[in-house]
């Protein structure tokens, strides 16, 4: 998968705005991250660039996180500190979480997942949206964080095996390919158990269902399935709290 795909060039409109548009109050470390992203195209953090911008202190205000594109490891510990930034702002609240993410690292994902799970756990509960589409680890791991996991009529959900790519010179190829095979059916069983708790159907169900394809599904069906509990219709559901 391109993990430049649905990543808008933020840094040049960051160079453009206004001075009064930056929070001053936001958290320096960022200032550095985003500096150092900028300057390697790194695409983790590329997408965290607006944080600090005005529009996005008012969303993190109001209870507020969006999760988009490609989950990474340097994302995935962003957006855990932005909603660190949340609970400083509002203490215990409900929280929003809007997913637009064609997927990406089942490692990220957990985090974001066990993140999110400790969120509902202390600070109040925790509503999903997905809009567009979530797919593999957005669909099966983040979106299965939410107390209450939304999809808009449109949306798409896409589910499939655990998968990596890897390449190693030839004299160690076959005992990494072995010890990544080993480590991926583990983290298969493990998605597949969230799946099992989260839906209408056993782990094991989703072993057989997503076994060597893709398997991609509407609202209705997901619906179907307990992938979600509701199919929103409400017009802030990808708007506002």
């Not at 991926?184 to 158990?193: I, K, P, Y």
């Not at 056993?202 to 069906?221: L, P």
Request: one cysteine or more; charged letters at 25%; glycine letters at 8%.
């Amino acid at each position: 998968m391109d993990h430049t795909a649905h990543r808008a060039d933020l840094g040049s409109r960051l160079e453009n705005r206004a001075p009064e548009m930056v929070e001053s109050s936001m958290p320096h470390i960022f200032e550095e991250e985003n500096r150092v992203a900028e300057k390697d195209h790194d695409p983790d953090y590329a997408v965290r660039l607006e944080l600090g911008t005005h529009f996005v202190r008012q969303d993190m205000l109001d209870g507020i996180l969006t999760v988009q594109g490609v989950l990474g490891e340097g994302y995935s510990v962003a957006l855990s500190r932005e909603l660190r930034e949340i609970i400083r702002m509002r203490g215990k609240a409900p929280l929003k979480v809007l997913l637009f993410s064609g997927g990406g690292g089942v490692y990220p994902a957990f985090y974001i997942y066990d993140t999110l799970r400790n969120y509902s756990q202390n600070f109040g509960p925790v509503t999903v949206v997905t809009s567009g589409i979530a797919a593999s680890a957005a669909a099966a791991i983040v979106l299965q964080a939410g107390d209450d996991r939304q999809i808009t009529p449109r949306g798409r959900l896409m589910l499939h095996e655990v998968g990596q790519w890897f390449m190693h010179d030839t004299a160690i190829a076959a005992s990494a390919a072995e010890d990544s095979n080993r480590e991926m059916r583990t983290l298969q069983t493990s998605v597949c158990e969230v799946l099992g708790e989260r839906t209408h159907h056993t782990a094991s169900f989703w072993q057989d269902v997503i076994a060597r394809k893709e398997m991609w599904y509407s609202a209705e069906q997901a619906l179907e399935l307990g992938l979600v509990d509701k199919i929103t219709t409400t017009e802030t559901a990808t708007l506002g709290a």
